[in-house]
């Protein structure tokens, strides 16, 4: 049997998030929906001893959220993108893939 690693963390997450991207209404209704699917994700990686926290997905799109975009994530990646919709006037889930995918090509 073959263990997992944080490469495997890493593509089985991005393979994730690029599925709900591409079928957002198989995935979630509200981006938070999606953040709580991410984080058991995360939980179920993290128990097998496969990833810290600090490589979770969430906590590093989080934090890229702030270093690039200056909205703060402390609520969540879900909240901050909300609210940079807001400001921008368009859609969070459109919001949500254009940053994911920017994310995913540097994570």
Not at 60 to 72: S, T
Not at 92 to 99: I, K, Y
């Amino acid at each position: 049997m073959i263990s997992p690693t944080v490469v495997d963390y890493k593509k089985s997450c991005g393979e994730l998030v690029r599925e709900a991207i591409r079928l957002p209404a198989m995935y979630y209704r509200t981006l938070s929906e999606f953040e709580a699917t991410l984080f058991g994700h995360r939980f179920a990686f993290q128990d097998l001893g496969v990833i810290e926290r600090d490589d979770a997905f969430n906590l590093r799109f989080a934090h890229w959220i702030y270093e690039e975009h200056g909205e703060p994530a402390a609520k969540g990646c879900a909240f901050a993108i909300s609210r940079l919709a807001e400001s921008r006037g368009c859609e969070p889930g459109e919001l949500f893939a254009e940053l994911a995918e920017e994310f995913l090509e540097r994570w």
